[in-house]
């Protein structure tokens, strides 16, 4: 059974810093490429960034610069380190592979206030 569970979202004020967490169980987490996706109200759920398994990363043009994805597979965990937050960054956060989805968890909320 796959779980996905994110973790490390909250209130922030603008300007600000968060690191979430992806903890992945029920897959050869290794092998995958992995991403970071958000949702905000009304709108599409986006992908934000993502890390193929040998490393190689890439973001959406209106994070590059400010979040940095990484991963730690011997924790078969995924982070996204978010600097500079601005309240458009406010969304609900999801992980996810880049291809053959499997189940969206619920993800974190993060709110950036202006």
């Known amino acids: 059974q796959v779980q996905l569970v994110e973790s490390g979202g909250g209130l922030v004020q603008a300007g600000g810093c968060l690191r979430l967490?992806?903890?992945?169980?029920?897959?050869?987490?290794?092998?995958?490429?992995m991403g970071w996706y958000r949702q905000a109200p009304g709108k599409q759920r986006e992908l934000v960034a993502g890390?193929?398994?040998?490393?190689?990363?890439d973001y959406a043009d209106s994070v590059k610069g400010r979040f940095t994805i990484s991963r730690d597979n011997a924790k078969n965990t995924v982070y996204l380190q978010m600097n500079s937050l601005k309240p458009e960054d406010t969304a609900v956060y999801y992980c996810?592979?880049?291809?053959?989805?499997?189940?969206w968890s619920q993800g974190t909320q993060v709110t950036v206030s202006s």
């Open positions: 967490s992806c903890a992945a169980s029920g897959i050869i987490f290794s092998i995958k490429a």
């Open positions: 890390i193929f398994s040998g490393g190689d990363t």
């Open positions: 996810n592979t880049l291809r053959n989805w499997y189940g």
